[in-house]
């Protein structure tokens, strides 16, 4: 089983840190429906997923469903950003059931 599992959802950033290497590839977001089939074969091999790797996670429009989702299939979601776009989106994140990790 695995402690946790990083989930790219997004591969757009609305930053261009200069500590980041970003990437070449082709914008896109991942539908509600490739999640749903990800989360199905993370089914049992972990408890955590975070939405991070290069994208910002705060980009994605899907996101509040993308955690309600994992949520109603038993995961427990923790989101990576830059925080620039937490302002513009707290009432739906707040609502959304986000997972806060005990320290």
Known sequence: MYNKVYIEITNICNMNCSF?????????????????????KLKGQTEYIYYHLIGEPLTHSELPEFIKTAGERGFKSIITTNGTLLNKRKTELLNASLHKPKR
């Open 20 to 40: 980041c290497h970003g990437h070449k590839r082709e914008k896109r977001q991942m539908s509600l429906d490739e999640f749903t089939i990800v989360l199905d």
